[in-house]
């Protein structure tokens, strides 16, 4: 019953290649893998799984099928010229949203942001037309969430960056403020903001005194409670 054409039998796109999957399991088992018609339906199968992967975006799905598409299409292949270029493109970007994302300073930080912004707009514009399942991608997806607190918190980070260059009783009172009031930008980027500290000269006595502010007495008492 398998063998039978999926044409004479009207099977959809889905159900022939379900199909052709079977056929080929069977001449496996018949050891018939030498056969025009499977190595015909190998092709067909992989060039499926190569289509199938750039409409998706799922990056080991094509890397998987490019590996078969080498191999069994060749090297001059369109598509397979095709899956090699997108699948290039996301994993370019992602090792340089990686590299981004190291960038842990206040003042690092501006400069990393818009080149990450960058890399996101690159890969919403790409011509290949590529699938959410990119998103998947660990890179790819914190360096999106990074970006988007960024653009959220963005005015308070510079803030932030300019109270650091006046000196630490200024960036120790601007950070005691948003520490002790549990903040959303000290959530979002609080282990960048914090790692400034060490950084000012005479900072232990400047904290003392910005966490003893009268000011923020209610947000202390708050936190000890």
Request: proline letters at 4%; hydrophobic letters at 40%; charged letters at 30%.
């Amino acid at each position: 019953q398998a063998l039978v054409s999926p044409t004479k039998r009207r099977l959809s796109d889905g159900s022939k290649l379900v199909w052709e999957h079977t056929v080929m399991e069977e001449m496996r088992e018949f050891k018939a893998v030498g056969h025009p018609l499977f190595r015909r339906m190998h092709s067909s199968v992989t060039r499926e799984a190569l289509r199938r992967s750039a409409a998706t975006g799922e990056l080991d799905v094509a890397r998987d099928a490019l590996r078969l598409g080498r191999t069994q299409l060749g090297l001059a292949d369109p598509l397979v010229q095709a899956t090699k270029a997108w699948v290039c493109e996301v994993e370019h970007s992602a090792r340089e949203c990686r590299e981004l994302l190291s960038i842990d300073t206040l003042q690092g930080l501006p400069a990393a942001m818009t080149k990450i912004g960058r890399v996101l707009t690159r890969l919403q514009k790409s011509k290949h037309d590529l699938g959410s399942s990119i998103w998947e991608n660990y890179w790819l997806r914190r360096a999106r969430e990074r970006h988007e607190a960024w653009k959220r918190h963005r005015a308070a980070l510079l803030d932030l960056e300019h109270k650091a260059s006046e000196g630490p009783a200024a960036f120790c009172a601007a950070w005691a403020a948003l520490a002790l009031g549990a903040s959303e930008v000290m959530f979002e980027f609080g282990p960048v903001i914090t790692k400034e500290l060490p950084c000012q000269p005479g900072i232990g006595p400047a904290l003392v005194r910005a966490l003893a502010d009268p000011e923020l007495k209610h947000l202390v008492d708050g936190a000890t409670e």
